[in-house]
């Protein structure tokens, strides 16, 4: 071949390629149907916890919410189907079917739960509605959503249910700083595609049924700063005391996720409450200060083995300086705790997840309970083992 001719070929082979790379339009992607915009989520959890102190009064954990009992528990079983409003269909809605243990201690008051039900809701129902709303999107800007009915809360890093979760115990941020569920309505804009603004009334925190004549307010600040890193300022106030609308309690929540290495997730956790003239403060008669406060830090770190394989650790301090959050002590005595969680996680067969974790919990004070002593505090650790299987169908 001339050398002519070589350069005819090479030019006729820039020229296709050119053609190939800007000649050809990419196909319309096809929309979705209604049906394909529903997101269906269902699992069911059991566990077995293992108290290497021995066990708590009754059996328990002290201070744990789900793993409240040492033994085997029925966890949860939970059908979900959501729906975001869309362009093509600007309505949605959410509901949340749960049933077991874990669900009595899910209850908002006025839901399956009456006001003198108290923790661990041994008399209440096995089943809860965790989640019944509507939503809207409103063609105002990028978009106006409003939604309304019951709702998780915005706050906290952990959530319900298990699998979303790196470990399968919950943290104390998540049992004694913040609310699980409530009941209200919010407006949510997006001004940029890197922050969306949440904030509504909610009728208080875990209540369905309001026992004062004043509404809260939640909000959250959900930032995507760049593609690898999500971190959300989170808030609730309001009046929370039963028939008073003059002492509000405030949570102020902050937490980040970063998973820009390969195979690894780091996670953080901050919060800070109070509330002032606290009712257990105000009935033990026993301080001039009856203004209460709590915080609280957690700091996670999880690496991917393989496609099956997780590891995932937990540490975290929670300071309740009057005790008024956990209970553990007479209210106005300080109880700090500390906590390491380790857990691995393996993925047995499609859904099949399998999980083992240790947990060892420290406390300021004798703040945990023992077989054979009554109700007097008795040491200021536990270390439990847990064996939990979770099987995901959607």
């Known amino acids: 071949m001339t050398r002519v001719g070589s350069w005819l070929v090479l030019a006729a082979a820039i020229g296709l390629t050119a053609t190939a790379a800007f000649g050809q339009e990419k196909p319309v ?7 394909e915009e529903i997101v269906l989520f269902s699992y069911v959890e059991n566990s077995v916890v293992f108290n290497l102190n021995g066990n708590g009064r009754g059996n328990h954990n002290e201070l744990r919410v789900y793993d409240f009992d040492s033994g085997y528990t029925f966890n949860i079983a939970e059908f979900s189907a959501k729906k975001d409003p869309s362009e093509r269909y600007p309505f949605g809605f959410g509901v949340v079917l749960t049933a077991g243990q874990d669900a009595q201690k899910n209850h908002a008051l006025g839901i399956f739960r009456d006001s003198d039900d108290a923790f661990p809701f041994r008399n ?17 800007g990028s978009g ?15 959530v319900i249910e298990s699998p979303n979760n790196l470990n399968f115990s919950r943290s ?7 609310p699980l569920t409530h009941v209200g309505a919010l407006v949510s804009y997006a001004p940029t595609d890197w922050l969306t603004v949440t904030a509504g009334p909610v009728v208080g925190w875990d209540v369905a049924r309001d026992n004062n004549d004043s509404m809260s307010v939640t909000g959250q600040f959900a ?3 760049f593609k690898d890193l999500t971190a959300n300022f989170n808030w609730i106030t309001g009046p929370e005391q039963a028939s008073n609308t003059t002492h509000p309690r405030t949570v102020l929540d902050w937490t980040a996720t970063y998973t820009g290495v390969k195979n690894v997730t780091l996670g953080a956790n901050l919060d800070y409450g109070w509330e002032t003239r606290e009712a257990a403060l105000v ?38 300086p009057e005790s008024v959050r956990t209970a553990a002590q007479a209210a106005g005595a300080r109880t700090s705790l500390w906590e390491v969680t380790g857990t691995l996680q393996y993925k047995i067969w499609k859904g099949l997840v399998g999980r083992v974790e240790y947990r060892h919990d420290q406390g300021s004070e ?7 002593h009554g109700l007097t505090p008795t040491a200021k650790n536990q270390d ?10 959607f």
């Open 124 to 140: 209440t129902p096995a089943f809860d509605l965790e989640e019944a709303y509507g939503s809207y999107k409103i063609p105002l």
């Open 366 to 372: 004798k703040v945990f309970k023992f077989v054979n």
């Open 144 to 158: 106006l959503t409003v939604k309304a009915g019951k709702f998780v809360t915005l706050l906290g890093y952990e």
């Open 172 to 178: 104390f941020l998540f049992g004694f700083a913040i």
């Open 384 to 393: 439990t083992i847990s064996l939990a299987l979770y099987y995901s169908f």
């Open 283 to 320: 009935a033990s008669g026993t301080r001039a200060e009856t203004d209460a406060t709590w915080w609280g830090i957690a700091a996670y770190a999880a690496y991917d083995w393989t496609e099956q394989l997780r590891t995932a650790l937990r540490l975290e301090y929670f300071d309740d």
């Open 29 to 35: 992607e096809k929309p979705k149907t209604l049906l």
């Open 223 to 225: 930032l995507t700063p």
